[in-house]
């Protein structure tokens, strides 16, 4: 089960991710969120997680331009992207050497034509709630039973009471986690962080 915890900021909380055995570690660029942080504080971050852990940025609908100039100055492994970004965006990320998520909203998904979908499947998606980091969970209805058949993250409204019931109905190949290990708004708890990672994996 793959696991990444998303939207960390401090030292502490990223040793606490890499400890517990976190595939991933996110640092938000999209601008507008408590969690957002500059590309120089992300490098120094960087520098204490292990090389065979993601260090992946998150954006949302920003000039691709931008966003491999702070990909590039944070020296991230892969960027995610959160907004309408295109295959084509997805293709140039890693043209320049990154490796790419791609998130949806689960009814964003759902609302793909089939040719659409065939489209993604080769591509490394997320699916998340209408409003990223906020807590809420999206409606797994909405998939109707049709989740990605590739890779994909489940993320929105997970925390360490819920994930392991959500892996095992809906069987994602990972986790993405951020509002449901934080102690309040944009503060993560590095025990909760532990334990989200445990209860991630506990479906076996």
């Not at 609908?61 to 944070?74: G, K, M, R, W, Y």
């Not at 489209?119 to 999206?138: K, N, Q, T, Y």
Request: aromatic letters at 6%; one cysteine or more; proline letters at 4%.
């Amino acid at each position: 089960m793959y696991v990444k915890i998303c939207g960390l900021q401090t030292t502490d909380t990223v040793a606490a991710a890499v400890e517990a055995g976190a595939d991933a570690v996110g640092f938000v660029f999209a601008p507008g969120s408590p969690r957002t942080i500059g590309a120089e504080l992300a490098l120094r971050l960087g520098r204490e997680v292990p090389l065979d852990i993601e260090t992946v940025g998150v954006f949302r609908n920003q000039p691709l331009d931008e966003v491999l100039d702070i990909a590039s100055a944070a020296k991230l492994t892969t960027v995610q992207l959160h907004g309408n970004e295109t295959l084509a965006d997805t293709a140039r990320l890693r043209q320049a050497g990154f490796r790419t998520l791609r998130a949806f909203s689960a009814a964003g998904y759902s609302a793909l034509a089939p040719a659409g979908k065939l489209a993604w499947a080769s591509e490394r998606i997320l699916l998340d709630a209408v409003e990223p980091g906020a807590g809420v969970a999206f409606d797994a209805s909405v998939l109707g039973g049709d989740a990605p058949k590739g890779f994909w993250l489940l993320a929105g409204g997970l925390n360490p009471g819920n994930v392991a019931q959500l892996v095992a109905a809906l069987g994602p190949s990972g986790v993405d986690v951020s509002s449901g290990v934080e102690s309040s708004r944009g503060i993560k708890d590095t025990g909760l962080i532990r334990e989200f990672i445990e209860a991630a994996r506990s479906t076996g």
